[in-house]
């Protein structure tokens, strides 16, 4: 079959698709799919993503794993902490505009490392070489306003970052909100639990509901 036939074009359907595919992970029934040579090929013109993911660069969260998902069906971008620049806006507008894909993905983690090094740095436990200025700069004003709410439990935190990462997305690039307004994209910010690899729908915008795990602490 071609990469076309299996291709969800709907944010629905998208969605669905990855949660399926994550659920194989979870369970260990991966199927593997377009991974093989003869898909490969059809692909060397021409690619048609159906989910943009960005997420977290740590190395235990590899998209099209805890997906189950091959070549050519997820168009990624990472950054640590999943912080946003004006790179990781050009290069989702890409995924959308372009590319076509009708659901753009957040992918955060519990425990996550740029969370923790802006903590630290925050009790004067680390001190950050200037280098990491820009990932501690970002998260910053996140712990601050879980300080404000009097959120300290580490996964409502680590919620609190994804749903801002969401908004910081959806208002940043103009492209996006259109296609978001327009009901041609859905946003979904998924965070994965690095102990059984099950993602947690914690924000979506213009996606039909989805039961994808247990509840996180709202902000």
Do not use: W
């Amino acid at each position: 079959m071609t990469q076309q036939e299996h291709r969800p074009t709907t944010p629905d359907d998208a969605l669905l698709e990855l949660l399926a595919g994550n659920e194989r992970f979870v369970t260990g029934s991966r199927i593997h799919p377009h991974q093989d040579a003869e898909h490969r090929s059809g692909l060397v013109n021409s690619q048609k993503p159906f989910a943009v993911v960005f997420g977290c660069s740590d190395s235990r969260l590899a998209a099209e794993i805890i997906f189950d998902r091959g070549l050519g069906d997820l168009f990624v971008i990472r950054t640590a902490g999943h912080i946003v620049g004006a790179e990781v806006l050009a290069s989702i507008e890409y995924g959308i505009t372009v590319l076509g894909a009708p659901l753009l993905v957040v992918l955060g983690h519990d425990s996550c490392g740029a969370i923790q090094a802006t903590q630290d740095a925050l009790a004067g436990t680390f001190e950050p070489g200037p280098g990491l200025l820009p990932i501690i700069d970002r998260i910053a004003p996140v712990l601050a306003y879980a300080r404000a709410n009097n959120l300290t439990d580490a996964d409502a935190i680590s919620a609190t970052h994804l749903r801002s990462t969401v908004e910081q997305l959806t208002t940043g690039n103009p492209r996006l909100a259109e296609a978001v307004a327009a009901k041609e994209c859905a946003v979904v910010g998924f965070t994965s639990r690095l102990q059984d690899g099950r993602v947690t729908v914690v924000s979506s915008e213009n996606a039909a509901p989805v039961d994808a795990g247990p509840p996180i602490a709202a902000p």
